[in-house]
């Protein structure tokens, strides 16, 4: 069990700039959960997966943003025409199917958008 | 909707001292109640949890009981050390096909030899 991965761990870009995030899953769990973080909040869910089916994604905060799983493994967020208000740091988290499992989250991609 | 109300921070104690950090809650249906804690630049960390009513959650000398009568996860630690300094937030999960978690904004504590 090697965790949760992300990719990359920073990332810096400029206003209008399309950004990409990668997050590697917990290899047997077949649910992955993308939030979003401000300082001194709470993680705020965006959407989630199961296996490649995209379950929930009304969540997402705007028609900028979009996630991809393609193969039921890993997963990407892409950001389109990046806005200040965008800085955060976006968790990623994966889980076994069954009810009541703890979600096993990442370190993170924090993103400044200068 | 269903809803997380955390103890806001900051939480500053010296260390052996007692810890409780309250969490209520709002959910419909019978919820599962986590405490997660996050260390600096890292990502959030299971602390422990209860499924169900009256359920005592365990882990690393802190603990916390699902109290549904006053619909509250208050986390609590008799000693705590400098290396608990965190952020510490509760969650709620109502179940079925979502597995949404509801976090709480989380309670920032420090410890102090």
């Known amino acids: 069990d090697t965790g949760v991965s992300q990719d990359p761990r920073h990332k810096i870009t400029k206003r209008g700039q399309n950004v990409t995030f990668r997050c590697d899953p917990i290899?047997?769990?077949?649910?992955l959960y993308w939030y979003r973080q401000t300082l001194g909040q709470g993680p705020e869910f965006l959407t989630y997966f199961q296996n490649e089916a995209q379950l929930e994604k009304s969540r997402l905060l705007s028609d900028r943003f979009s996630a991809e799983r393609p193969k039921g493994s890993f997963s990407t967020l892409e950001i389109q025409r990046t806005e200040q208000g965008d800085s955060a740091m976006y968790l990623c988290?994966?889980?076994?199917?069954?009810?009541?499992?703890?979600?096993?989250f990442g370190d993170g991609t924090r993103l400044s958008i200068l | 909707g269903d809803s997380v109300t955390q103890m806001e921070g900051p939480v500053t104690l010296s260390e052996e001292a007692f810890l409780t950090i309250n969490c209520t809650y709002t959910?419909?249906?019978?919820?599962?109640l986590f405490w997660y804690v996050q260390y600096p630049g890292e990502g959030l960390q299971l602390l422990l949890k209860?499924?169900?009513?009256?359920d005592k959650g365990s882990n690393k000398g802190f603990e916390a009981t699902y109290r549904k009568e006053t619909t509250s996860f208050h986390l609590e630690k008799g000693s705590v050390q400098v290396s608990d300094s965190a952020v510490y937030f509760c969650a709620l999960l109502r179940g079925g096909t979502g597995n949404q978690f509801y976090f709480g904004t989380g309670t920032s504590l420090t410890v102090i030899p």
């Open positions: 290899s047997e769990h077949n649910r």
């Open positions: 988290a994966s889980s076994l199917e069954a009810s009541n499992q703890p979600q096993h």
């Open positions: 209860a499924t169900k009513a009256d």
């Open positions: 959910a419909t249906g019978y919820p599962s």
